[in-house]
């Protein structure tokens, strides 16, 4: 099946590609496809839902392919579970080292450092059909960046019962155990014996 992947974040295009193609994680053998440049609705949905399936829904209707899309977030204890759906413009800052930069002060001196990830995935088909899953992960925020590799929040973010933050470990570990990895390996598990009901 030729599936549309519906972002313009980079490190989600490599989480989903890295899950949906490795066969020993459940892979699919689906053929993905990059947007190729085709504009993503603005985000004006309240839920991680509503916004997966405006993004989803968006790119299969303009190309009629099936489309896959993830709108995510990290819910932070201390502040009331902010800046959640709204992550990805978290204090106006311009990219993820100004956010993590501003999140870290917004948390200066908290005890509390308890955070989750949210993901949910939505595969929308062109005649209006649409699936939903969803993955979260708990783990706490620390007082500086560690890492380099994923994307966003994670060189703050050490899953509970790990010690590396996200951005210390590689896109398949990260898979293993992450709210994306996790809403993924739903929709994996559901498309086993093809497309369900
Ligand atoms: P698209 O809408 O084009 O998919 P986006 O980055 O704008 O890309 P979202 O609106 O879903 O996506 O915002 C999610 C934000 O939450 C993202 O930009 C990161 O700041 C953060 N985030 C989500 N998942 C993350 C992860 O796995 N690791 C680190 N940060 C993450």
């Not at 502040?79 to 959640?84: D, H, R, S, T, V």
């Not at 908290?110 to 005649?127: E, N, T």
């Not at 699936?131 to 992960?137: A, C, H, I």
Request: charged content about 25%; some cysteine; glycine content about 12%.
């Amino acid at each position: 099946m030729r599936v549309v992947v519906a972002t313009g974040n980079a490190g989600k295009v490599r989480e989903i590609a890295e899950a949906l193609g490795n066969l020993e994680a459940g892979g699919l053998g689906w053929q993905l496809e990059a947007l190729n440049g085709l504009p993503l609705p603005e985000e004006t949905g309240t839920t991680y839902e509503e916004n997966a399936a405006l993004k989803a829904c968006a790119a299969a209707i303009t190309t009629g392919l099936p489309a896959l899309a993830d709108d995510s977030g990290l819910e932070v204890a201390a502040l009331n579970g902010q800046p959640g759906v709204y992550s990805a413009r978290f204090g106006n800052r311009a990219n993820d080292t100004e956010r993590n930069v501003y999140l870290l002060e917004k948390l200066r001196g908290a005890a509390d450092r308890r955070a989750k990830f949210v993901s949910v995935v939505i595969l929308a088909y062109p005649d209006g059909h649409l699936e939903t899953y969803r993955g979260e992960l708990p783990g706490t925020l620390l007082e500086g960046p560690r890492g380099e590799n994923g994307f966003g929040y994670d060189p703050l973010f050490v899953p509970d019962g790990e010690t590396r933050t996200l951005a210390e470990m590689t896109v398949a570990e990260k898979r293993a155990i992450s709210h994306r990895g996790r809403a993924l390996a739903a929709l994996m598990q559901a498309h086993e014996g093809g497309r369900p009901a």
